[in-house]
C-alpha cells in the first residue's frame, strides 16, 4: 500500500501471530447478535462485515459522556469537535465524510436532508443499550449515504421482571446530569421509559484562530464567553406478542437541545430530534419470516444571533420497510423494499428578508434483496438493490463476498461493493444557487479481513481500498463570484484498521489502531489528504478488577490532519490520558470517578476550536442486577 509505514504492517502481523497465546477471558455462553451488517438477526461469527459491537456493559465501564466519544474507540473511525459538548461535530468512518455514514436508531434512518449529515452529538448515551458499527459500503442493503459504513444505535430494552435506575452525575463547568427509567418483561409483553438531562456551562468554544467564529466585536477577535449546552432526552419502547407467530413493538425517541457556539452569523441553535416507529413481526413458517416498520424522524434547527432569529432548518423522514427472510437449508434469502418520502423547510434571513428552498419534498423507493449460501467450509454473499429517486433517476449498487475458516480459531473474509451519496437539498436547491442536475457521489471499495478469535483470545485485521466519483463540492463559478456545488472531486483511500482484546487473570486490555491515506484524487489537490481526516488513530483501554474496585486507563491517539483541502491549515496530532476509578456498593449501587485529559493536553480537532483541558465527572448509579 503506497507510503503505508512498513513498521505498522510489521506489528500488526506480529499481533496477529501472538494472539493464540494470550489469555482472554471468555463465557462459553455469551453470543454477540447483530443486525445492522444483513438487515437481519446473525451471530457475529456469522457476518461477513467488518463490524464493532458496543453494549451496555462496555459502555457503562467506559465512563464515556457522549455517542461521539464512544464510538472514537472503533477501528477507522474519528469524531471531530467545534468546541465541547453539543457543539457541531464530524464523524469520519474509514476516511469518507460525515455525509458518507448512515445513521439509524431503531432502524430508523435520522439526519438532515439539507445538510446530509446526523446529528449524534444530540443522542444521549444515556439512552443507547447497544451500538452496532458496519465498516465499508452497505448502499446495496441500505441504499444512500451508507458510503463508509453505517451506524446503528439500539435504545434501551428490558430485562424480565421489573427494574428501576437511576445515575445522577455531576463534574467540571457546572455540569450536572441525570438519568432515570424503569422497564419491564412478562413472557413476550415488555415496555422501557428512560428520561434524563444534562446542563453544562462548558467552555470558551472559539480560540480566534478561526474566520468562521471570529468576530470584530470584540477586541480579541472573539468572543470570550462560556458555550454552554442543555438536552433533555425521553425514550419510550414497549411490544406484545399478539399470538405464537405474531408480535408488535413501538418506539419513540425525543431529544431536545439547545447549544451555545461562537459564530459570526450565529452563535446559539435550538435543535430537535425525534423518531418514532410501528413494526409487526410474523413468522408464516418456521424459515419464513416477515416485518413492516413504519416511521418517522424529524430533524429541527432555529439558530440564533445575540438572541435574534437567523435561520431555520427542518428535516420530515417518513419511511415504510417490509422486510422477508427466508431460510432454503444452507441458504438465506433477505429481499425487501424501502419506501422514503424526504420533506425539507428553511428559512434564511439574508439581505433584509427571508429566502427558502424551491423545492422541500422528495422520494425515493428502494428495491433490495441478497443470498447468502454457507458451503462448508465457504460462506458466499451477494447483495443487489435498485433505488429509483424522482430527482436523481434510478441508481444500482452491489456487494459480493466470500469467507472461509481455514484453521481452528481462524477466518479470512474478501468483500467488494459499491455505494453511493445522493445530493443534499443543499446540494441541489440552495436558496439562489439551484444545481438541480447533480449526480450522486458513488464509490467502489475492497476489502479483505483476518480474524481470529479462540476461547481466550481475539483479534482482527482489515485492509481496504475505496475509490469516490463525482464528489460534491463548493467552490466560485467564477474569481470572486458566488459559490456554487458541482461534480468535480474524486478520492482514494487506503488503510488498515486492527481490533484486539485480551485478558491476562483479571487484567483486560482491548484497543484499536488505524493506518490510512485519505486521499485527494483530482485537480489542483492531487494527492493532498482529505479535509479533517488524519493518517494515524490509535486506542488503548486497560482495565482491572480487584473486587469491590475497578480501574481504568485509556490512550487515545490521533494523529495530524489538516482543516484545508490545499492541507496548508494543519491541526497537530495528539495523544490523551484518561483514567476511571469505581466501586461498587452493595450489590446494586456503584459509585464511580473519570478524569480526563489526565495531564491537561491543549489540543484541537477542528482548526480555532479549543477541546477540553483536565476535566472530571463524579456518578452515582442505581442498577439492579
Same mark, same amino acid.
Given at each position: 500500500m503506497?507510503?503505508?509505514?512498513y513498521?505498522?504492517l510489521?506489528?500488526?502481523?506480529a499481533?496477529c501471530?501472538?494472539?493464540p497465546?494470550l489469555?482472554?477471558?471468555d463465557?462459553?455462553?455469551f453470543?454477540t447478535i447483530?443486525?445492522t451488517?444483513?438487515?437481519v438477526a446473525?451471530t457475529?461469527d456469522?457476518?461477513?462485515?467488518?463490524?464493532?459491537v458496543?453494549?451496555?456493559e462496555?459502555?457503562?465501564r467506559?465512563g464515556s459522556?457522549t455517542v461521539n466519544?464512544i =464510538?472514537s474507540?472503533?477501528?477507522?473511525?474519528?469524531?471531530t469537535?467545534?468546541?465541547?459538548?453539543?457543539?457541531?461535530?464530524?464523524v469520519?468512518?474509514?476516511?469518507t465524510a460525515?455525509?458518507?455514514?448512515l445513521?439509524?436508531?431503531d432502524?430508523?434512518?435520522?439526519?438532515?436532508?439539507t445538510?446530509g449529515?446526523?446529528?449524534?452529538?444530540?443522542i444521549?448515551l444515556?439512552?443507547v443499550?447497544?451500538?452496532?458499527?458496519?465498516?465499508?459500503p452497505?448502499?446495496?442493503?441500505y441504499g444512500?449515504?451508507?458510503i463508509?459504513g453505517?451506524?446503528?444505535?439500539f435504545?434501551r430494552?428490558?430485562?424480565?421482571?421489573f427494574?428501576?435506575?437511576?445515575?445522577v452525575?455531576?463534574?467540571?463547568?457546572?455540569?450536572?446530569?441525570?438519568?432515570?427509567?424503569?422497564s419491564?418483561?412478562?413472557g413476550?409483553n415488555w415496555?422501557?421509559?428512560?428520561?434524563s438531562?444534562?446542563?453544562t456551562?462548558?467552555?470558551?468554544a472559539c480560540?480566534?484562530?478561526?474566520?468562521?467564529c471570529?468576530?470584530?466585536?470584540?477586541?480579541?477577535?472573539?468572543?470570550?464567553d462560556?458555550?454552554?449546552y442543555?438536552?433533555?432526552?425521553?425514550?419510550?419502547?414497549g411490544?406484545?406478542?399478539?399470538?405464537?407467530?405474531?408480535d408488535?413493538?413501538?418506539?419513540?425517541t425525543?431529544s431536545?437541545?439547545d447549544?451555545e457556539?461562537?459564530?459570526?452569523s450565529?452563535?446559539e441553535?435550538?435543535?430537535?430530534v425525534?423518531?418514532?416507529f410501528?413494526?409487526s413481526?410474523?413468522?408464516?413458517t418456521? %424459515?419464513?419470516h416477515?416485518?413492516l416498520?413504519?416511521?418517522? %424522524?424529524?430533524?429541527?434547527?432555529?439558530?440564533?444571533?445575540d438572541?435574534?432569529?437567523?435561520?431555520?432548518?427542518d428535516t420530515t423522514?417518513r419511511?415504510?420497510?417490509w422486510?422477508n427472510?427466508?431460510g432454503l437449508?444452507n441458504?438465506r434469502?433477505?429481499?425487501?423494499?424501502?419506501?422514503i418520502?424526504?420533506?425539507?423547510?428553511?428559512?434564511?434571513?439574508?439581505?433584509g428578508?427571508t429566502?427558502?428552498y424551491n423545492?422541500?419534498?422528495?422520494?425515493?423507493?428502494g428495491?433490495?434483496?441478497?443470498?447468502?449460501?454457507?458451503?462448508d467450509?465457504?460462506?458466499?454473499?451477494?447483495?443487489v438493490?435498485?433505488?429509483?429517486n424522482?430527482?436523481?433517476?434510478?441508481?444500482?449498487?452491489?456487494g459480493?463476498?466470500?469467507g472461509?475458516?481455514f484453521s481452528?480459531g481462524w477466518?479470512?473474509?474478501?468483500?467488494?461493493?459499491?455505494?453511493f451519496?445522493a445530493?443534499t437539498?443543499?446540494d441541489l436547491y440552495?436558496?439562489?444557487w439551484e444545481?438541480p442536475?447533480l449526480?450522486?457521489?458513488?464509490s467502489?471499495s475492497?476489502?479483505?479481513g483476518?480474524?481470529?478469535?479462540?476461547k481466550?483470545?481475539e483479534?482482527?485485521?482489515?485492509?481496504?481500498?475505496?475509490?469516490?466519483?463525482n464528489?460534491?463540492?463548493?467552490?466560485p463559478?467564477?474569481p470572486?463570484g458566488p459559490?456554487a456545488? %458541482?461534480?468535480?472531486?474524486r478520492?482514494k483511500?487506503?488503510?488498515?484498521?486492527?481490533?484486539f482484546?485480551?485478558?491476562f487473570?483479571?487484567?483486560?486490555?482491548s484497543?484499536?489502531?488505524?493506518f490510512q491515506?485519505?486521499?485527494?484524487?483530482?485537480?489542483?489537490n492531487?494527492?493532498?489528504?482529505?479535509r479533517?481526516?488524519?493518517?494515524?488513530?490509535?486506542?488503548v483501554?486497560v482495565?482491572?478488577d480487584?473486587?469491590?474496585?475497578?480501574?481504568s486507563? =485509556?490512550?487515545?491517539?490521533?494523529?495530524k490532519?489538516?482543516?484545508?483541502a490545499?492541507?496548508?491549515?494543519?491541526v497537530?496530532g495528539?495523544?490523551l490520558v484518561?483514567?476511571?476509578?469505581?466501586?461498587?456498593?452493595?450489590?446494586?449501587w456503584s459509585v464511580e470517578?473519570k478524569?480526563?485529559?489526565?495531564f491537561?493536553k491543549e489540543?484541537?480537532?477542528?482548526?480555532?476550536?479549543?477541546?477540553?483541558?483536565?476535566?472530571f465527572l463524579?456518578?452515582?448509579?442505581?442498577a439492579?442486577r
Amino acid at each position: 500500500m503506497k507510503r503505508l509505514p512498513y513498521w505498522a504492517l510489521s506489528a500488526l502481523f506480529a499481533a496477529c501471530a501472538a494472539t493464540p497465546y494470550l489469555s482472554l477471558a471468555d463465557d462459553d455462553n455469551f453470543v454477540t447478535i447483530v443486525i445492522t451488517a444483513s438487515r437481519v438477526a446473525e451471530t457475529a461469527d456469522e457476518t461477513m462485515a467488518p463490524v464493532t459491537v458496543i453494549d451496555r456493559e462496555q459502555i457503562d465501564r467506559s465512563g464515556s459522556r457522549t455517542v461521539n466519544e464512544i =464510538i472514537s474507540r472503533v477501528p477507522g473511525l474519528s469524531v471531530t469537535n467545534n468546541g465541547g459538548l453539543g457543539k457541531e461535530s464530524g464523524v469520519f468512518l474509514r476516511g469518507t465524510a460525515s455525509r458518507h455514514v448512515l445513521v439509524l436508531i431503531d432502524g430508523v434512518r435520522i439526519g438532515s436532508a439539507t445538510l446530509g449529515t446526523a446529528p449524534l452529538r444530540h443522542i444521549p448515551l444515556s439512552v443507547v443499550e447497544k451500538i452496532e458499527v458496519v465498516r465499508g459500503p452497505r448502499s446495496s442493503l441500505y441504499g444512500s449515504e451508507a458510503i463508509g459504513g453505517v451506524i446503528q444505535i439500539f435504545t434501551r430494552r428490558s430485562a424480565n421482571g421489573f427494574r428501576p435506575q437511576l445515575t445522577v452525575s455531576a463534574g467540571s463547568h457546572d455540569t450536572h446530569e441525570v438519568e432515570a427509567g424503569i422497564s419491564g418483561r412478562n413472557g413476550g409483553n415488555w415496555y422501557s421509559v428512560h428520561a434524563s438531562g444534562i446542563e453544562t456551562e462548558g467552555f470558551n468554544a472559539c480560540n480566534g484562530k478561526n474566520s468562521s467564529c471570529r468576530d470584530s466585536a470584540f477586541p480579541n477577535g472573539y468572543d470570550p464567553d462560556r458555550d454552554g449546552y442543555r438536552n433533555r432526552s425521553l425514550n419510550l419502547r414497549g411490544g406484545v406478542q399478539l399470538s405464537e407467530r405474531v408480535d408488535l413493538s413501538s418506539g419513540l425517541t425525543l431529544s431536545d437541545s439547545d447549544t451555545e457556539f461562537d459564530g459570526r452569523s450565529q452563535d446559539e441553535s435550538e435543535s430537535r430530534v425525534r423518531t418514532l416507529f410501528v413494526k409487526s413481526g410474523w413468522s408464516v413458517t418456521d %424459515s419464513l419470516h416477515g416485518s413492516l416498520t413504519l416511521s418517522e %424522524s424529524v430533524d429541527q434547527s432555529d439558530n440564533f444571533i445575540d438572541g435574534s432569529f437567523y435561520s431555520r432548518f427542518d428535516t420530515t423522514r417518513r419511511q415504510a420497510s417490509w422486510l422477508n427472510e427466508w431460510g432454503l437449508g444452507n441458504h438465506r434469502v433477505v429481499s425487501g423494499i424501502d419506501f422514503i418520502r424526504d420533506q425539507v423547510d428553511g428559512v434564511i434571513r439574508r439581505f433584509g428578508g427571508t429566502t427558502n428552498y424551491n423545492v422541500k419534498e422528495r422520494d425515493n423507493t428502494g428495491y433490495f434483496a441478497s443470498l447468502r449460501s454457507t458451503l462448508d467450509p465457504v460462506d458466499l454473499e451477494a447483495s443487489v438493490r435498485l433505488d429509483e429517486n424522482e430527482q436523481y433517476g434510478n441508481k444500482t449498487t452491489g456487494g459480493l463476498a466470500f469467507g472461509t475458516d481455514f484453521s481452528a480459531g481462524w477466518r479470512l473474509i474478501v468483500s467488494y461493493g459499491t455505494a453511493f451519496k445522493a445530493p443534499t437539498f443543499n446540494d441541489l436547491y440552495w436558496p439562489g444557487w439551484e444545481s438541480p442536475n447533480l449526480r450522486p457521489e458513488e464509490s467502489k471499495s475492497g476489502d479483505v479481513g483476518l480474524s481470529f478469535k479462540g476461547k481466550n483470545s481475539e483479534v482482527s485485521i482489515n485492509v481496504y481500498r475505496t475509490k469516490i466519483e463525482n464528489l460534491i463540492a463548493w467552490a466560485p463559478i467564477e474569481p470572486g463570484g458566488p459559490w456554487a456545488p %458541482s461534480n468535480v472531486d474524486r478520492a482514494k483511500i487506503s488503510g488498515v484498521e486492527i481490533g484486539f482484546q485480551t485478558t491476562f487473570e483479571n487484567l483486560d486490555l482491548s484497543g484499536s489502531l488505524t493506518f490510512q491515506e485519505p486521499l485527494n484524487d483530482s485537480g489542483g489537490n492531487q494527492g493532498k489528504l482529505l479535509r479533517r481526516r488524519p493518517k494515524t488513530l490509535g486506542f488503548v483501554e486497560v482495565s482491572q478488577d480487584f473486587d469491590p474496585w475497578t480501574t481504568s486507563l =485509556i490512550l487515545r491517539y490521533q494523529g495530524k490532519s489538516y482543516d484545508d483541502a490545499a492541507n496548508r491549515t494543519p491541526v497537530n496530532g495528539f495523544g490523551l490520558v484518561d483514567v476511571r476509578l469505581a466501586r461498587a456498593l452493595g450489590q446494586d449501587w456503584s459509585v464511580e470517578f473519570k478524569l480526563n485529559n489526565l495531564f491537561d493536553k491543549e489540543y484541537e480537532t477542528v482548526r480555532g476550536y479549543n477541546q477540553d483541558g483536565r476535566n472530571f465527572l463524579l456518578t452515582l448509579r442505581y442498577a439492579p442486577r
